[in-house]
């Protein structure tokens, strides 16, 4: 589809949110359509885990997106799948590659939204295929056990705080979840809270460094716990490190089914986004260097310190491995 | 894409509108990259003619919309565009054709909007294909001239009008055009035009039966003028004649450039809309007649009743061919 | 949440429906989770009332709004709540109070929507905060009623109305009530009443003097009676009074159960909107002067004159009370 003025920044990039939301609904359509491909219960795919994410090339207001989904992987219960997005401008013909995308989600019964059903098995053209692609599925499913862990932490406001501190750009934004929010089974799009997600993020990056800033990458994203229609999702972001040209913000999104359940506040999803500063001719800009004061604090942005070189490192191996061929 | 609450009425039927948008934004993004195929100007394809365009079967939420568009014709200065919709349920797998249009661009230039460019010529992969597709663009062309003229007319506002008569349900809506309605040229989108015309039809329609109403077809659409942001449009409905089954509804669209421009408000678009009442079942209800007052009305309800029977005696020839074949 | 193109005008200003939308969203999730808090009937809080506002500057687009809301005053049946929000560039970090707002919300069974529950009572911190708001309640329920006479008034067309008439730039739109604009109990959310309402209002405004025009203070808005899911909604709107530099517009919602229910077409809402005309700098420009021409429009002028003049003063003792201390 054509990318509108309502999708992207002042500067005409469009937000990595709408593109999340993009990939997550191509997604969604096509687990939905393969455990639904043979007789029995029918079943809506729900988002379980969206893998790490990396923006390779902003795409502008006016460009068209090509979105292709294909599935790579089936377990007994989820579905992976391989998503990518393509950016074109109709203009001059150019073709660019936006994003690369891995999600895996899970049939829910139509009737009874708490039974998981079984996904029927794909073909693999070689077994090898199916080796890496279970490979990949343990991999996640240790992931998603730790960062349910990780997951008590709040943001608590800060008082007069100062420039460059972690309170100084900390947000939340609150929003009401409505019919057009839901999938057919009355829970919220995994890309509808990817878009909020990145929308706090982004704040909290534009207030730290006062330029135009674009999502460079998502760290993988954990859908532990549903959120139903009716619900108010507050959405907290909060710096956690910066490196010399980018700055990584945690997103919570937290669900209140406020009306008509005996249900607490919980915690639904958490994130890390990273993000770069732009210039006005989109070349990327140095990044103030966040204050951390709390314990919590440096904590925090030594680990996020942890995760940015092990992606670089990650990065160069596969840089040195594709030069070597 | 997944059709969402929103796109459809409280029975659950996706608006024609809804439809006739997206099938305009496909022929938008296939002619628009057509015409810069080849080196030269830049330009925007803009929306020219939708000839008529069937409602073969309704859409649901939930269901997944399927758009194709494939060029079939070029003139020296327009393309012919042919749009597929298939509504595919994605729990069963069932799939159904729901419309077929044809839709006629024209390129105009990024830099002068009022200048339009040659479009690239297409090859044929046989030569009747071009013969036939010239034949369409004549005819197009002729009738286009035609409607030109009938543009004069006005929708009078009616003081406590008698139930089913034309005052009764006739409607209106203003709307005011933002950034998201319009094209890189700072148009509107055809596509956003023929949603907003739909969506008077339907209130016009459900004024006078007070039951659901589906669109079951509209008629060629001409667009003779662009209307640009930052403008007001009025799209005004009346009926203009009833079948047993059926209700006609002529549309007006008006833009009143209000703000910084010395233009007077002008007619920008015209079209009458077909509208059946189903039953909570789907199925077809009688009509309540409708009640014409002026000799201007009747005089219109007659060439209502002729264009249906056009329609009526087309679609048996139809039939009967498809039957012998 | 960051202001969007679809959000302002064409100068870039954010609509006061925009900002009147996203004040009644934070009164409501408040008021609700509020009216939940004690174990017992389920409830919604549906908007009642907003006191006058004013919108005290403006907001643009790329702008971050922050909206808090807190209740102030609980009666048997009802709460009041009081949301502030200010604009925040977040490229400057410079923050002004946009809006103070004052709205009144009754909670309603989520079984049984005609059934208003009660209200857990709050603690005040000082007694004078309970006296001063039982004066608040009683004086918005003699306020209420006293409207509620009023509101028998309908808007007549008018054919070739002449330049700066009321009937020149009086206008009116429909809307269909769709799934998105209603809560949980499928009734029509305030703010989306409030924001097709400063539509309406400001199309009236630029009609009649043709410049950019902002939303300068909405009058106290009672809500009636509530509109439900599938209705037609008619919103018009037409200009009473004129000062040297501001509009006053009039504007009354009619809801229309037309499919399905036995009820009349009935007046849901009405309420004065007050516009201000900016040059291209953002400076007042002088109005011209509104001609009226029958003794209706006559009286109305005189009675907007005098809420104009009661205003003023009111601002003016404000402001030197305020000097004094």
């Given at each position: 589809r054509i990318m509108r003025?309502?999708?992207?920044n002042i500067a005409g990039n469009v937000h990595g949110g709408t593109i999340l939301k993009m990939i997550e609904e191509a997604g969604a359509i096509i687990s939905t359509r393969h455990c639904n491909s043979q007789a029995g219960e029918p079943s809506v795919a729900a988002l379980a885990r969206v893998e790490r994410t990396d923006f390779l090339s902003p795409m502008c207001i006016g460009e068209v997106a090509n979105v292709s989904a294909e599935i790579t992987y089936t377990s007994r219960h989820s579905v992976e799948v391989q998503v990518n997005v393509m950016s074109e401008n109709?203009?001059?013909g150019a073709k660019r590659v936006t994003n690369k995308a891995t999600l895996w989600y899970v049939p829910l019964s139509?009737?009874?939204?708490n039974k998981v059903l079984e996904v029927p098995p794909i073909q693999y053209a070689r077994k090898e295929q199916e080796d890496e692609g279970k490979k990949r599925y343990e991999e996640q499913k240790l992931d998603r056990l730790e960062t349910k862990q990780r997951n008590g932490d709040v943001i608590l406001p800060v008082i007069n705080p100062e420039p460059h501190?972690?309170?100084?750009?900390q947000s939340s934004l609150i929003h009401l979840v409505g019919p057009s929010d839901c999938t057919l089974l009355g829970f919220v799009h995994g890309g509808v809270t990817m878009k909020l997600m990145d929308e706090v993020a982004g704040i909290v990056a534009a207030r730290h460094c006062k330029t135009n800033i674009v999502t460079a990458s998502v760290d993988a994203i954990n859908f532990h716990e549903k959120i139903k229609k009716g619900c108010v999702i507050t959405v907290s972001g909060r710096m956690t490190f910066t490196s010399n040209k980018s700055m990584e913000i945690e997103v919570f999104v937290d669900a209140d089914p406020f009306v008509d359940e005996p249900r607490e506040r919980y915690r639904a999803v958490s994130a890390f986004f990273t993000y770069v500063s732009l210039s006005k001719e989109g070349k990327p800009l140095p990044v103030p260097q966040l204050l951390t004061e709390t314990e919590d604090e440096k904590r925090r942005f030594e680990e996020g310190k942890g995760r940015y070189l092990q992606t670089k490192a990650k990065r160069q191996a596969q840089m040195q491995q594709a030069a070597q061929q």
């Open positions: 003025p309502d999708d992207a109709i203009l001059t139509l009737k009874n939204v501190t972690v309170g100084y750009s």
